[in-house]
Structures are given as structure tokens and as C-alpha cells.
């Protein structure tokens, strides 16, 4: 398919309304080489690309767009800091006071489970470590889904190593460090 015009968006067929535009809260644009496409990025049944038509829009329309698309990404960003807030708040109301001095200072804490002391970063994978006399010896990545804040995966890695650290040890991914 040929790269669109700037004022041309993509129509794909889908099973609601057999042409449903994509709009900015649908679908995202990748770039493959020099070659420009728009994709669904929903859940929804999207019909054959074959199908798929090319519409150019008027000038008004190009604006309107442009316009919504930031102000969809500024709703985003605002709900995601909110959500972060919110899961910070969480975090540091569980942790006790030198968990959360630790957190504050370093973006990290510690936590002793069955003789073993694992240090858990603020970070989504390989974030949690298991430290022998102050350095860490392995790596664990065992984390919830990707629009998870990372304090509420913290939060989520630590319940987990102080109810079932046998558990949380088989599934995670592991890295023996040097």
C-alpha cells in the first residue's frame, strides 16, 4: 500500500459498521522501512486489509484530527500520572518506615523473606534482586500487565515474595549475576 497523504486516513472494514473510520482513539501509525501504515490497535474483528480504502480529508478535517489526537494524548498522560500518584500513595502506606526511607532515597527497598533479603526497584522487569551481604547475587522478572504503574508492580512482587516466595521464585525469569 502506498504511503498516505498527511490529509488521508484508512478506513478498514469491521464487523459493526462495515466501514468504520479509525480514529484517533483506535489506531496508532508505525513506520516498516520507508513505508507509512495506520493499524487497528483494538480488539475489535478487523475485516480483510484488502478491503482497506484510502480517504482523503479536507483541511477542517486534517486540523479536527490533529487536535484530538492531542488532546487524546494529554487525557493519557494525565491518567497515567494520576494512576502512578495513586499507586505510590498505596506503596508507601504498606511499606514500613525504613522500606519507605529506602524507597524515597534510592527507588528501591528491601525486604527479608525465609533468610533471603531481595531488593525490589522501581523499574518493570528485572527489577527484584536477591542480595547476599549487600550485593545482589540473582535477578527475578515476574511482573503483572504492561499498563500496570510500576509502584502498583512493587507492590504486587512484594506480596508475593512474603506470601509465597517459592512461588513467586519458579515463575520468574532469572539471571544468576557475575
Known amino acids: 500500500m502506498p504511503a498516505p497523504h498527511p490529509n488521508e486516513r484508512l478506513i478498514v472494514p469491521t464487523t459493526g459498521d462495515p466501514w468504520t473510520p479509525i480514529t484517533p482513539y483506535w489506531y496508532d501509525a508505525i513506520t516498516y522501512n520507508t513505508s507509512y501504515y495506520i493499524f487497528q490497535q483494538s480488539n475489535y474483528n478487523v475485516g480483510s486489509w484488502n478491503n482497506a480504502q484510502l ?35 498505596v506503596l508507601l502506606a504498606i511499606l514500613n518506615p525504613e522500606q519507605a526511607a529506602q524507597y524515597k532515597a534510592n527507588g528501591w527497598f528491601e525486604t527479608e523473606v525465609n533468610d533471603s533479603t531481595y531488593r525490589i526497584h522501581r523499574a518493570r522487569s528485572m527489577n527484584v534482586e536477591r542480595v547476599v551481604e549487600g550485593k545482589p547475587t540473582h ?4 511482573h503483572p500487565g504492561d499498563m500496570t504503574p510500576d509502584e502498583d508492580v512493587m507492590l504486587a512482587q512484594l506480596l508475593m515474595l512474603q506470601t509465597d516466595e517459592a512461588r513467586f521464585l519458579s515463575t520468574a525469569n532469572v539471571r544468576v549475576l557475575g
Do not use: G
Open 139 to 142: 535477578k527475578y522478572c515476574a
Open 55 to 89: 480517504v482523503s480529508e479536507t483541511e477542517e478535517q486534517y486540523a479536527t484530527r490533529l487536535a484530538a489526537e492531542a488532546k487524546y494524548a494529554q487525557e493519557k498522560a494525565e491518567a497515567a500520572a494520576r494512576a502512578e500518584a495513586r499507586a505510590e500513595a
